[in-house]
C-alpha cells in the first residue's frame, strides 16, 4: 500500500504561480513512477505530467508543457508540481498518483495508476 498526501493547493489570480507538492510513504524500498492528474466537476480526470522515481525523466501532456513544471525533491518520495502564469481554467482539483503494477510508459491513461492522493483543490481567479 502506498499512500500519497498532496498540499499546496490554494485560491490565486490569473497569472499567479503556486507549487503543489505530494508525498508518498508506505512500501519502503519500493520505487515507481509518480505523476500529477487533475479533475473538474464536468471534466474526467486528466494527465499533467509524471516524472521517474530517479527523476531523470519527465512526461507531460500538450496542455501542461510550458506553464507546468514536475520534479522531484532529493528525498525521492517527494514530488512537486510547479504551475506557472495561471488561467481560470486551470482551476480544478489536483491529485497526485503512484504506478507500481504496471509497466513503464502509458502515463497518460488513468487505469494505469494504482494508488492515488485526496486531492487539493486549485482555483484561479480572472
Known amino acids: 500500500q502506498v499512500q500519497l498526501v498532496e498540499s499546496g493547493g490554494g485560491l490565486v489570480q490569473a497569472g499567479a504561480s503556486l507549487r503543489l507538492t505530494c508525498v508518498a510513504s508506505?512500501?519502503?524500498?519500493?520505487?515507481?513512477?509518480m505523476g500529477w492528474f487533475r479533475q473538474t466537476a464536468m471534466n474526467e480526470r486528466e494527465f499533467i505530467a509524471a516524472i521517474t522515481w530517479s527523476g531523470d525523466s519527465t512526461f507531460y501532456a500538450e496542455s501542461a508543457r510550458g506553464r507546468f513544471t514536475v520534479s522531484k525533491a532529493s528525498a525521492k518520495n517527494t514530488m512537486y508540481l510547479e504551475m506557472n502564469n495561471l488561467r481560470p481554467e486551470d482551476t480544478a482539483v489536483y491529485y497526485c498518483?503512484?504506478?507500481?503494477?504496471?509497466?513503464?510508459?502509458?502515463?497518460?491513461?488513468?487505469?494505469?495508476?494504482?494508488?492515488w492522493g485526496q486531492g487539493t483543490q486549485v482555483t484561479v481567479s480572472s
Open positions: 508506505g512500501r519502503p524500498g519500493a520505487t515507481y513512477p
Open positions: 498518483a503512484a504506478k507500481l503494477f504496471s509497466p513503464p510508459g502509458n502515463y497518460h491513461l488513468r487505469n494505469q495508476w494504482d494508488y
